[in-house]
C-alpha cells in the first residue's frame, strides 16, 4: 500500500472509529490542525475525534498524488458536504519523522461547479 492509500484508508476507517491504521502511520507525537475548526492545533487523540466527527458532514474521494519525497507527501481530493451541494479541493501537505506522518496542513479551495460531473465516479462511490 502506498503512503497516499494508507492515509485514505486510514481516513476512511476513521470515519467509522477504526483508528488502529491512524495508530500506524501517525507518529505520537502528532500535532495537526483540527479538521473542523481552522487554526485550532490539536494532539493526536484529538485530532482523531476531529477526523471521527467530520464523518458527519463530509464525502471525499481517494487522493491523486501531487508531490512525493522521504519526508514529504502532498496529495490533493475532493470533498463534498452531505447535506449540500458544496464542494471543495483540498491539498494536504503531510511531513514524516521516522516514517510515520508528524504533521499535515491543508488549503481548502471551495469549487463553484461538481467535480464529479462529467468523470467515471460519483459521490455515492465513496459515502
Do not use: C
Not at 93 to 119: A, C, F, M, R, W
Amino acid at each position: 500500500m502506498t503512503r497516499a492509500e494508507a492515509f485514505d484508508k486510514a481516513w476512511r476507517l476513521g470515519f467509522k472509529g477504526d483508528f488502529s491504521l491512524f495508530d500506524e502511520i501517525y507518529h505520537p507525537d502528532f500535532k495537526g490542525i483540527n479538521p473542523v475548526v481552522d487554526d485550532v492545533e490539536l494532539n493526536f487523540d484529538a485530532f482523531k475525534e476531529g477526523v471521527h466527527t467530520l464523518k458527519d458532514f463530509i464525502i471525499f474521494t481517494p487522493s491523486e498524488i501531487l508531490a512525493e519525497e522521504d519526508k514529504l507527501l502532498k496529495v490533493r481530493r475532493y470533498n463534498k458536504l452531505k447535506e449540500a451541494d458544496v464542494f471543495s479541493l483540498v491539498t494536504v501537505s503531510i511531513t514524516y519523522k521516522d516514517g510515520k506522518i508528524i504533521n499535515q496542513q491543508y488549503l481548502v479551495e471551495e469549487l463553484d461547479y461538481d467535480p464529479s460531473e462529467g468523470h467515471d465516479w460519483s459521490w455515492e462511490d465513496y459515502e
